[in-house]
């Protein structure tokens, strides 16, 4: 691995080569995004309390992890599985900001409704307020078990066993300006291997870290990882822009370069979901919006081949509004049913009535999302639960990565 970690350290050494034209473009994609299509999932309730805002907790529960104001740190031990992680940014549009809110800073929540401050993990900057620029990504394994984050004591990227409180650090340092405006983590479910992938695509690499054997693998920039084999040795990557593609790598470890890859264009747009258990299909909703419907919706849900990009079954989904909310894909439950996350649709055509008035610029608002359980043999769902958070982006679930 001498190779690579010459080439880490050579770009350590430089300052970060930033086009700002390129970052403002992101931007805007971004804030689009997150107004017309992602969402995340996860199994729980978040009600939103006087102490504990966004916060899930069981009826007539306190919170014994925190206090008035406060929000407890993360413990060095003996933290039960997780069901979600969500991101704060303290001024929002609407209603106020929890208690104790770190902007940008990150907690989780246990499956019986313990709220956590993850103090290790590196805020954001506030990109909604267009300063900083910076994502600094979560990751949940699959089990709820383990998570991984920017460690800005380590310098790098740290996994961490919530029940024993082993923590490793990633072989190779990560320059925070390396972690780019959108930031994509997936851990996988053992804790042993960590992918790491952002935007916009700087020549900084992105990788692949086996955490055992303290080894890394460059990836591509520019895709968000999806799907990993247990063995570490095939990745499976998606792209959204400017056309919807899948990329599937394989001998990560085996050559000595970044594998052998293989790109397929799909036919239209999809918002695609993680690969399946079965490590041969990619389940994705169909994305309708143009340029001339931006909020059009309804799409349906496909099951495709990664390796061909062909279509193997459509199904229509029913139990979701897909009319009018904004539906994206997140964690397996099972070999044939998927999480998908669903929230009204607040997207709003543009007009030819002029730019819109300076206006000051806040955080979005905390808005609830519902969880459903789709079957994609039938396109049935069933209602999961409904939780609080900020947006998309700010929701992470386990087992699949932080940000689409």
Known sequence: MTWLRNVLDDLADESPHVDLAEQTIMIRERRRRTTLSV??????VVTALAATAAVRLLPGEPDAASTPGQVADLPTRGVEP?????????????????????DGGWRVVTRSGR?????????????????GLRDSPLAISGDGRKIAYYSAKAGTFAVRDLASGKEQTAPAKVPMHWLGTISHLLLSDDGRFLAFTKKPELKDPAMLIDMRERMVRPLPNGWNPIGLSADGGTITLAQYAPKSRLQTITRLWTTSTAGNARTVDLAQEYRTGPLAPDGNTVVAI???STAAEPCRLGGKLVTLDPQTGKVLRTVTVRGIPMETHQVVLRGWRSGHEITAISTPSRCRPATDEGPEPPKE???PAYVPITAYAIDIRTGRARKI????????????IPGFPGTV
Request: charged share 20%; glycine share 6%.
């Open 82 to 102: 997780l069901s979600h992680a969500y991101q704060t940014f303290c001024r929002p549009e609407e209603g106020k900001a929890p208690p104790g809110c770190v």
């Open 115 to 131: 709220t956590y401050r993850v103090a290790q993990a590196l805020p954001s900057l506030n990109r909604y307020r267009g300063f």
């Open 385 to 396: 639960d409904t939780y609080t958070a900020q947006g998309f982006f700010e929701l992470v």
């Open 39 to 44: 969402a995340a999932a996860a199994a729980v």
């Open 361 to 363: 610029q806040l955080d």
């Open 286 to 288: 169909e994305n309708l």
